[in-house]
């Protein structure tokens, strides 16, 4: 920076690269939109919180912390690109556009045992079940990646390869005697 204040001032100086921006991932520009989406699912859960049955309320909390979870997990082992848009479809479409669509019927249709509020929590089941699918799934490929690495270990490593083995010598040599002095008895 001073070196561009004094170029510029006093003439004649190269002008001072300015380093290139990092390339931004695109997979974690994702994950961290849909944790950006998830926290926004939450919070318009918590503003709803007046109007939603506390069946529903308690259903929707949860699910929200199942998909915070689920997006700290996959930030962390990583996941298939297939895992990763369905996680991303539950968190910005398959929770909200219900949630939307319910807060927006009659107030009639708001209580505990209507018939909106019936269906609507055994959308929110059928939803944490295949969460926690899907964060079972992530958990075992991390498990079955940290095999695999493992097996590639012992197959690398466990093989007797001569050149890595020590040779003995040939005759035992006495520590004591110097090399090159005769052998004494």
Same mark, same amino acid.
């Given at each position: 920076?001073?070196?561009? #204040?004094?170029?510029g001032?006093?003439?004649?100086?190269?002008?001072?690269?300015?380093?290139?921006?990092?390339?931004?991932?695109?997979?974690? %520009? $994702? *994950?961290? =939109? !849909?944790?950006?989406?998830?926290?926004?699912?939450?919070a318009a859960?918590?503003?709803?919180?007046?109007? @939603?049955?506390?069946?529903?309320?308690? %259903?929707?909390?949860? @699910?929200?912390?199942?998909?915070?979870?689920?997006?700290?997990?996959? %930030?962390?082992?990583?996941?298939?690109?297939? /895992?990763?848009?369905?996680?991303?479809a !539950? *968190?910005?479409d398959?929770? +909200?556009? +219900?949630?939307?669509?319910? @807060?927006?019927? +009659?107030?009639?249709?708001?209580?505990?045992?209507?018939?909106?509020?019936? !269906? #609507?929590?055994? /959308?929110?089941?059928?939803?944490? /079940?295949?969460?926690?699918?899907? @964060?079972? =799934?992530?958990? *075992?490929?991390?498990?079955?990646?940290?095999?695999?690495?493992?097996? #590639?270990?012992?197959?690398? #490593?466990?093989? /007797?390869?001569?050149?890595? =083995?020590?040779? %003995? &010598?040939?005759? $035992?040599?006495? &520590?004591?005697?110097?090399?090159? =002095? &005769?052998?004494?008895?």
């Amino acid at each position: 920076m001073i070196g561009r #204040f004094m170029g510029g001032r006093f003439g004649g100086g190269a002008p001072v690269p300015v380093p290139d921006r990092p390339a931004v991932d695109p997979v974690a %520009q $994702e *994950i961290a =939109q !849909m944790g950006a989406s998830v926290d926004s699912l939450r919070a318009a859960v918590r503003r709803s919180g007046s109007i @939603l049955p506390p069946v529903l309320t308690s %259903q929707l909390r949860h @699910l929200g912390d199942l998909m915070r979870d689920a997006v700290a997990d996959i %930030q962390i082992r990583g996941c298939s690109t297939e /895992q990763r848009v369905l996680l991303n479809a !539950m *968190i910005c479409d398959y929770v +909200p556009t +219900p949630l939307q669509s319910y @807060l927006a019927l +009659p107030p009639a249709h708001h209580e505990e045992e209507s018939s909106a509020t019936f !269906m #609507f929590a055994e /959308q929110l089941a059928t939803l944490e /079940q295949t969460l926690a699918d899907l @964060l079972n =799934q992530i958990r *075992i490929g991390a498990v079955e990646e940290l095999s695999t690495h493992g097996r #590639f270990l012992a197959d690398k #490593f466990s093989a /007797q390869d001569v050149s890595l =083995q020590l040779q %003995q &010598p040939v005759s $035992e040599r006495d &520590p004591l005697r110097l090399e090159g =002095q &005769p052998w004494h008895h």
